[in-house]
């Protein structure tokens, strides 16, 4: 297994970086669509009380700019404090939902920490890994085990959880309880999880402890799967905020929103509706005035 | 415990609405001790009409007579869901509800912010992701491999059937498109923008819609001009009446610009003003004067009419409206288009129909604008002077959805209320944060079947819960004998005239409503007379 593990912990790696910007690129050429911003918008400079360039008159004329850091401390703290969650879930999500992303996080901290201490000889460092790995399989264990349970025992949440979401959950349990159980059982689990990770980023795999090499099997399993999972809305999230919810760019006269529309404007329509008439491009749609009567 | 209702019941096969309503369950009106009850569905349209979602209906779409009628409904309703996804259908929308469609991770923190789902008393069907998550299901069986493959293991278990079809285009009118679901989501799912998709699945695809909004709104829109019916002739007989009345109420001549060649600003209102609220307009035309504005009406065809129904169900019909307003405008010669006191319309044509007026048309060549910054900027400069004493009695504001939580225009209104009305109170909560009237996404203007029991006791009702705490200190009639309920958008004060009128609040407890220029008109120092009529409730 441990051999079969080294490898398969290059290949989740790569498939995983390639899967990220493989679906990036995807997301971002499509088309673009119309705008459909929603305000408080945390870029804006009028954000405090929720405003919009569009507050002033003679909007169009006057130079606007976004806040790009109110941007990204507001992803941030969704991101690492899930605010939203925290201030609105009725159901008692947010400790959970809290604590299993960051052993997410901390599980792939920990994961680069000891690479990084296998690769550049820094065995100063393992304290701290050590640390990270203790809380991030602890964390994940709980906050997973406790999504689980709620999902399960709250019928409003249970009627819409699909099984597939609930092998999500249980994936992510099975990495950190396998991680709780390699802690119990490897009375030198932080030694062995390093030696592992050193033999697998020089593919000179070395025997580690049953429980030890089942739960980096099983991480590695979880990085290959995330992306084409509904996990991978960590990324997508960057797409549902930034480019929609947040795009608020006006179309200026041969600016590059105004080419991209124009081009899309080319596009012919299908819809059967008796108002619409179908083949025809966008531009020429807009100049039927009433379909049925042929006009 | 089990729910009510399950996702799947959407496919249930009988007559029987997926809930009841019942007062019991509803939300309570502060200080309101008796409101009138809820009708029960009338036989005559169960028997003819789709009523099996909750009762009522504002479609109406006839129960298929033959196997083929259902499978005519069954396979259009998936080839347009299918065109929702195809990027030269659907570009306008398709990576926003791709989206929302695939991040979803159902922890339902989106709901507590839906005002329709808490009135109702939590009606499951009403959850804002109910409807959303019935289409995900029926996506992934139809249309995705995974679906195929694992079925209900990726919750793929959604049958489509013709009750499936007729119960998603009522459900499609059970969110108001308020979006304040939206804003709680922490994924940015937009349980709004799926509900407004399903929309435009049935009237792009199967010409399926109120009929207040697609035929006799965007199309007789287009064809005769406005979605009042109102003809360009029928239009320059409404002006002349504005310019009379204007001559009762206040004394003075006023000649209102139409068609004035080079004008600065095309100001574009909600048709419905001039039979529903001429006030409205006169107000604008009085402020417009004596500021000193150069400003014109237009009297081509659409160009009088600002609304733009396909906003909330069809982008072509949203297309065809914005580009004749903006034409218009160019022919016209005017620099800018300012939308009246009308939230939607405003919206339409200002943010969301910026990216299919590219080119020649886009807001560089004619500038498109909300009035309420106008209106603020009016009493900022100082052209105009107002007296805040002469309206002095309580007033609170309504956010429209459409400028506030969909455009960002806040404080403008905010700014020009505190400068003429010294009683003015917040409502809870407001701003960005405000409930719906409970008319948007086209409620207001819907009268078919028993629909406006729906609006009046479950869509306005969150709104009429904030109107009576906002004046619950000056509820008394007699010691308080005029209170106001500013809502600077036609639609959301139509929707407010009918809630009115069904809680008895002005004949109880006195409270009126209208828009803001009414107020900024009934303050002017050189106005010797009201011009609000304060015992006037229409
Ligand atoms: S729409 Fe957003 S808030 Fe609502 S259930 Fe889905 S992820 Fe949660
Ligand atoms: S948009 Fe508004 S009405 Fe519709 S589901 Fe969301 S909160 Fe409810």
Redesign the pocket.
């Known amino acids: 297994m441990g051999s079969f593990a080294a490898y398969l912990a290059w290949l989740a790696v790569a498939v995983f970086v390639f899967m990220v910007i493989y679906r990036f690129i995807k997301f971002n050429s499509m088309p673009l669509h119309l705008r459909w911003e929603l305000y408080p918008l945390p870029l804006e400079p009028k954000h405090h009380h929720g405003g919009s360039y569009m507050e002033e008159v003679d909007y169009v004329r006057k130079p606007r700019h976004h806040i790009r850091i109110n941007g990204i401390l507001d992803m941030a703290s969704e991101v690492f404090l899930l605010k939203k969650v925290k201030e609105y879930n009725k159901y008692g999500m947010w400790p959970f939902s809290f604590c299993m992303h960051w052993g997410i996080y901390l599980m792939c901290f920990w994961a680069v920490l000891l690479v990084v201490e296998e690769v550049f000889n820094w065995g100063a460092i393992s304290p701290l890994s050590n640390v990270v790995g203790a809380v991030a399989i602890i964390a994940g264990a709980f906050g997973s085990l406790g999504l689980i349970l709620k999902r399960v025992g709250i019928a409003e949440l249970a009627a819409y959880t699909a099984p597939v979401d609930y092998f999500n959950l249980f994936f992510l349990l099975a990495i950190f309880a396998t991680g709780i159980i390699a802690w119990v059982t490897d009375p030198y689990f932080f030694d062995d999880a390093r030696a592992y990770v050193a033999g697998a980023v020089t593919l000179q795999p070395v025997t580690v402890p049953f429980w030890v090499a089942l739960q980096f099997l099983i991480f590695e399993l979880f990085l290959l799967y995330m992306p084409f999972s509904k996990l991978f809305h960590y990324v997508a999230k960057y797409f549902t905020i930034d480019k929609v919810l947040w795009d608020d760019i006006l179309n200026v006269k041969g600016s590059a929103v105004d080419k991209k529309i124009t081009s899309q404007l080319s596009y012919k329509l299908t819809w059967a509706g008796p108002h619409i008439v179908p083949g025809k491009t966008w531009v020429e749609e807009v100049e039927i005035v009433d379909a049925r009567e042929g006009k | 415990m089990a729910l009510e209702v399950s996702i799947r019941d959407i496919a249930r096969p009988n007559d029987d609405p997926l809930v009841s309503l019942s007062m019991r369950d509803l939300i309570d009106l502060p200080g309101l001790d008796e409101e009138p009850p809820l009708e029960p569905t009338p036989k005559k349209f169960i028997d003819k009409y789709e009523m099996s979602l909750d009762g009522h209906c504002c479609i109406g779409i006839p129960k298929p007579k033959s196997k083929e009628e259902e499978d005519f409904l069954v396979r259009r309703f998936l080839s347009g869901l299918e065109k929702l996804f195809n990027s030269e259908d659907s570009w306008t929308f398709k990576q926003a509800l791709r989206l929302s469609f695939d991040y979803c991770v159902k922890c339902q923190t989106?709901n507590e912010?839906?005002?329709?789902?808490l009135a109702s008393g939590r009606k499951e069907i009403?959850r804002?992701t109910y409807r959303s998550e019935i289409l995900r299901r029926i996506w992934k069986k139809y249309f995705t491999p995974e679906g195929k493959l694992l079925g209900k293991f990726v919750g793929a278990d959604v049958d489509v059937n013709w009750r499936t079809v007729t119960r998603l285009a009522e459900l499609g009118h059970r969110?108001?498109?308020?979006?304040?679901?939206?804003q709680r989501c922490p994924m940015g799912v937009d349980?709004?923008l799926i509900?407004r998709e399903l929309r435009k699945l049935f009237s792009q695809e199967l010409g399926i819609a109120p009929i207040e909004i697609l035929e006799k709104g965007c199309v007789q829109h287009l064809r005769v001009g406005s979605s009042t019916g109102m003809s360009p002739s029928g239009f320059k007989e409404a002006v002349e009446f504005l310019e009379e009345d204007i001559g009762d109420r206040i004394g003075k001549k006023i000649k209102i610009p139409v068609d004035k060649k080079g004008a600065e600003i095309l100001l574009i209102h909600n048709a419905g003003e001039f039979l529903s609220w001429p006030e409205n307009p006169e107000a604008f035309a009085i402020l417009f004067e004596a500021a000193g504005i150069s400003w014109t009406l237009a009297s081509e065809a659409v160009g009088y009419d600002a609304v733009n129904y396909g906003l909330w169900n069809d982008d072509v019909e949203l297309a065809r409206v914005a580009v004749r307003h903006v034409k218009i405008a160019k022919s016209l010669g005017c620099r800018k288009i300012v939308v009246g006191e009308c939230g939607h319309a405003t919206k339409a044509l200002v943010v969301i129909a910026d990216r299919v007026l590219a080119g020649e048309l886009s807001s560089s060549e004619v500038e498109r604008e909300c009035c309420l910054p106008l209106l603020w900027e009016i009493i900022r400069s100082g052209a105009i002077k107002f007296d805040p004493s002469k309206n002095n009695f309580p007033v609170t504001l309504h956010d429209p959805c459409n400028m506030v939580r969909a455009m960002g225009v806040v404080k403008p209104q905010r700014l020009a209320l505190k400068a003429i009305a010294p009683q003015f109170r917040e409502m809870a909560p407001n701003g960005v944060y405000n409930y719906?009237c409970g008319g948007?996404s086209g409620y207001a203007i819907i009268q078919s079947f028993n629909f406006p029991q729906w609006r009046n006791k479950i869509g306005a009702r969150m709104k009429m819960r904030q109107t009576l705490e906002a004046f619950k200190n000056e509820l008394d009639p007699v010691k308080y004998p005029f209170k106001y309920l500013c809502a600077p958008c036609s639609n959301c004060k139509g929707t407010i005239r009918d809630a009115i009128t069904h809680y008895g609040l002005w004949d109880k407890f006195r409270i009126n409503y209208g828009g803001l220029v009414e107020l900024m008109v009934n303050a002017m120092v050189d106005i010797d007379r009201p011009f609000i009529e304060y015992e006037d409730f229409h």
């Open positions: 989106c912010a839906c005002h329709a789902y009403y804002p969110c108001t498109l308020c979006r304040r679901c939206a349980n709004a509900a719906c948007g």
